[in-house]
């Protein structure tokens, strides 16, 4: 697999930081980062509905992109508590995060509609930002790679070439995530980009398949990203917890990117 031109690095913010607080994250965030060049590097930021709006506005003109934590799969209609595609289109938010984790299993969200939802939001313009992963009763059962393939055909089942342009995939497995999270050993979650890289070219084609970014997520920490970075099939780092501090993430940042340019 080809390496890709940018390094993929991003933080979920979950249901932590207040309007202020996102504010106040994303000026320090921008000012430490003003100098990497936004062709080397596709930073991220997805931060509460609450804060969309003066997420966007706080970040005009730098290179961080805003994406929201979910998104409903209709323009309009009769469901309450959801956030349509026009509404974050409204907002200018750049991408979708769909199918994370504790959406899949504290929600309770299946792959259909998780299917929907990447299908409207790559209709709607938006990046899509697919997650995946398997838990850790599925891994002891040692059919991880059957569970991601099977996330992989139904999540993205009538998406076609030209929208998977705009897709990124984040392998998170369930047991690395949050406070009780074992993170992934390197190795095996390069197996696992692997796996799923090679089931993206199945679905997308070669040329399309190895172009789209697979980024891993699950209790990154400053003493294990320049070990996932090194390996060749992870394009990029999705952060929870260290990276909520500005000042944290930036240095997780330079810690990887050198890496990742001499890759
Ligand atoms: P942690 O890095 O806190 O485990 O969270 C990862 C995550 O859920 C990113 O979406």
């Given at each position: 697999?080809?390496?890709?031109?940018?390094?993929?690095?991003?933080?979920?913010?979950?249901?932590?930081?207040?309007?202020?607080?996102?504010?106040?994250?994303?000026?320090?965030?921008?000012?430490?980062?003003?100098?990497?060049?936004?062709?080397?590097?596709?930073?991220?930021?997805?931060?509460?509905?609450?804060?969309?709006?003066?997420?966007?506005?706080?970040?005009?003109?730098?290179?961080?992109?805003?994406?929201?934590?979910?998104?409903g799969w209709e323009d309009e209609g009769q469901f309450t508590g959801e956030i349509s595609?026009?509404?974050?289109?409204?907002?200018?938010?750049?991408?979708?995060?769909?199918?994370?984790?504790?959406?899949?299993?504290?929600?309770?969200?299946?792959?259909?509609?998780?299917?929907?939802?990447?299908?409207?939001?790559?209709?709607?313009?938006?990046?899509?930002?697919?997650?995946?992963?398997?838990?850790?009763?599925?891994?002891?059962?040692?059919?991880?790679?059957?569970?991601?393939?099977?996330?992989?055909?139904?999540?993205?089942?009538?998406?076609?070439?030209?929208?998977?342009?705009?897709?990124?995939?984040?392998?998170?497995?369930?047991?690395?995530?949050?406070?009780?999270?074992?993170?992934?050993?390197?190795?095996?979650?390069?197996?696992?980009?692997?796996?799923?890289?090679?089931?993206?070219?199945?679905?997308?084609?070669?040329?399309?398949?190895?172009?789209?970014?697979?980024?891993?997520?699950?209790?990154?920490?400053?003493?294990?990203?320049?070990?996932?970075?090194?390996?060749?099939?992870?394009?990029?780092?999705?952060?929870?917890?260290?990276?909520?501090?500005?000042?944290?993430?930036?240095?997780?940042?330079?810690?990887?990117?050198?890496?990742?340019?001499?890759?």
């Amino acid at each position: 697999m080809r390496r890709l031109d940018k390094l993929y690095l991003g933080t979920n913010t979950k249901m932590y930081k207040t309007i202020a607080d996102t504010c106040a994250f994303l000026s320090r965030l921008e000012e430490l980062t003003e100098d990497i060049p936004k062709e080397e590097l596709e930073l991220f930021v997805i931060p509460s509905y609450t804060a969309l709006d003066a997420a966007v506005r706080t970040v005009k003109d730098s290179k961080i992109k805003i994406g929201s934590q979910n998104m409903g799969w209709e323009d309009e209609g009769q469901f309450t508590g959801e956030i349509s595609p026009v509404m974050l289109n409204e907002i200018g938010v750049d991408l979708v995060m769909i199918g994370h984790s504790e959406r899949r299993h504290v929600m309770g969200e299946t792959d259909q509609e998780e299917e929907r939802k990447a299908a409207k939001a790559l209709g709607s313009g938006f990046t899509a930002l697919l997650c995946i992963g398997e838990t850790l009763e599925e891994k002891n059962y040692g059919i991880s790679d059957e569970v991601l393939r099977t996330q992989l055909k139904i999540g993205l089942h009538s998406i076609d070439g030209a929208q998977a342009r705009k897709l990124w995939v984040a392998y998170e497995p369930v047991w690395a995530i949050g406070v009780n999270g074992i993170p992934a050993d390197e190795h095996y979650a390069d197996e696992k980009h692997w796996v799923i890289k090679k089931t993206l070219c199945e679905l997308f084609g070669d040329e399309t398949g190895s172009d789209i970014p697979v980024l891993y997520g699950g209790s990154v920490n400053p003493g294990n990203a320049e070990l996932l970075i090194r390996m060749p099939n992870i394009d990029g780092l999705f952060i929870g917890r260290s990276a909520w501090e500005a000042d944290h993430f930036n240095q997780i940042i330079r810690a990887v990117m050198p890496i990742w340019k001499e890759g």
